[in-house]
């Protein structure tokens, strides 16, 4: 069985007195970076439902699709 992991604190990286850089647990991250990912999917999706809708024939579409074989 696994051990359990302890959250740890982010760590701020200083240059010249100054925050440069942070290091974060590797699960924290991989977490901001799916939440961020969810994030743009919804602008996506919101700017996606703010344009009228387009219908067109199936075979019409058939005849452009091409999913490289």
Avoid: C, H, S, W
Avoid at 9 to 14: C, G, K
Avoid at 16 to 37: C, F, H, S
């Amino acid at each position: 069985m696994k051990a359990a992991t302890k959250k740890k604190n982010p760590e701020i990286v200083l240059k010249n007195g100054r925050p440069a850089a942070v290091i974060l647990d590797i699960d924290t991250y991989k977490e901001m970076l799916k939440q961020l990912e969810d994030m743009e999917d919804l602008r996506t999706l919101e700017d996606m439902r703010k344009k009228p809708l387009k219908f067109r024939k199936l075979d019409d579409f058939l005849k452009e699709y091409n999913p490289g074989v």
